[in-house]
């Protein structure tokens, strides 16, 4: 169905959605790309760098109800894990700089001890890196494998089970 959005109605906004989705159901197993000055520190992050690790990425903004409810137990899962080889990315969807999207992002993630980098997108929905995997709501949670690989492209509510699962820890 998402291909057949593609096909038939390239130019329309919901294509680029569409083509997301197929990127999401394609890409599990295949490995996950991502590169980005983290706005926290100004560090370069990219997967290839985590290698050996469990990455869990975060779509989220600091104006959505449902992904500020999930912060104290994602601050609890990073104070648990990160030490046992599991890093967490957080990919902002709040507004441009010039709206004040940056600013808010910064003085969340320091107010609420946010540790973890975050990749300021700047644009709202319209966000290239989130458009491109087909994210229409959040929060959205993606998991990578130790190998780098996609593991899981609805990895919310199941981190509890998935970290450990792919940290090979009962």
């Known amino acids: ?14 294509a680029k959605y569409a083509g997301g989705k197929v990127k999401q159901l394609d890409g599990v197993g295949k490995p996950f790309e991502l590169a980005f000055t983290d706005a926290l520190t100004g ?7 985590l290698k050996g690790k469990v990455v869990v990425i975060d779509f989220w903004a600091t104006w959505c109800g449902p992904c500020v409810a999930e912060v104290p137990h994602m601050k609890e ?3 648990t894990y ?3 080889g599991v890093e967490f990315l ?3 969807l709040d507004s441009p700089e010039d709206q004040g999207g940056l600013e808010k992002l910064l003085n969340y993630c320091k107010d609420n001890e946010m540790a973890w980098p ?4 700047g644009a709202g929905w319209s ?3 989130s458009v491109s995997w087909g994210i229409n709501s959040i929060p959205a949670i993606f998991i990578v494998d130790k190998k780098g690989n996609l593991h899981s492209i609805k990895a919310r509510g199941k981190l509890d089970v998935l ?3 792919l940290l090979g820890i009962e």
């Open 82 to 84: 990160q030490t046992k």
């Open 127 to 129: 966000g290239e890196f």
């Open 118 to 121: 975050q990749y300021c997108q």
């Open 163 to 165: 970290i450990p699962e």
């Open 1 to 14: 169905y998402y291909q057949r959005v593609v096909n038939d109605y390239p130019e329309n906004r919901s």
């Open 90 to 92: 957080g990919v902002s």
């Open 43 to 49: 560090d370069a992050v990219s997967m290839d760098q």
């Open 77 to 79: 899962l990073y104070a």
